[in-house]
Structure formats: C-alpha cells, structure tokens
C-alpha cells in the first residue's frame, strides 16, 4: 500500500503563485504515475497534471503554460509549480500514484489551493 502526503496549499491572490508537493512512502511500484488532480466544489475530480517515471509530462489545457510538474524519483516526491493562478483554479488538490504494470493506485488526502480575484 501506498501512502501519499500533500503540502503547500494556501490562499492567494489572482496573478501570484504556489507550490505543492507531494511525498510518496510505503509499496512504490519501480515503474509510475505521479500527479496531481483538482476537484471544485460541485464538481468531477479532474486531472491538472501527471509525470511519468522517465519524466514524461501531460498536462490539462486549462494549466498549459501556467503550472510545471517535476518529480524527485529517488525521493518519492513530485512538485507542482503553478503560476499565474486565476480564480478557477481553486479546488481541492490531490496528489496520486499509479503503477503503470503494478496495480498500484494511491490518493493524498488534499490540500486547499484558493485564488482570489
């Protein structure tokens, strides 16, 4: 089982930036998916943006250009930088691991990000 740990939320004004991050402990799987998923009250849960163990990205449009994930592979933690941040980014962020062979599946409890306008 895994076990995932978010840090870094807060509140903030339109324009400015924050950084989450997110560390991994317990069964890793050698081969994952780490990333970060938002959900707003009265809405799905969406992905923001994942980070493959050999470093590939993807990300949702809506933060293209705005928001970098990095990872940290020998610490078990990923990071998600996110400038420019507008009023609908506020949501609950959620960190996951996934194993891409290794049925591996894990959420962090979330973090409050707010922007204000």
């Known amino acids: 089982q895994v076990q995932l740990v978010e840090s870094g939320g807060g509140l903030v004004q339109a324009g400015g930036s924050l950084r989450l991050s997110c560390a991994a402990s317990?069964?890793?799987?050698?081969?994952?998916?780490m990333g970060w998923y938002r959900q707003a009250p009265g809405k799905q849960r969406e992905l923001v943006a994942t980070?493959?163990?050999?470093?590939?990205?993807n990300y949702a449009n809506s933060v293209k250009g705005r928001f970098t994930i990095s990872r940290d592979s020998a610490k078990n933690t990923v990071t998600l930088q996110m400038n420019s941040l507008k009023p609908e980014d506020t949501a609950v962020y959620y960190c996951?691991?996934?194993?891409?062979?290794?049925?591996?599946?894990?959420w962090g409890r979330g973090t409050q990000v707010t922007v204000s306008s």
């Open positions: 996951r691991l996934t194993g891409i062979i290794d049925p591996t599946n894990g």
């Open positions: 317990g069964r890793i799987p050698n081969i994952n998916v």
């Open positions: 980070i493959t163990t050999d470093g590939s990205t």
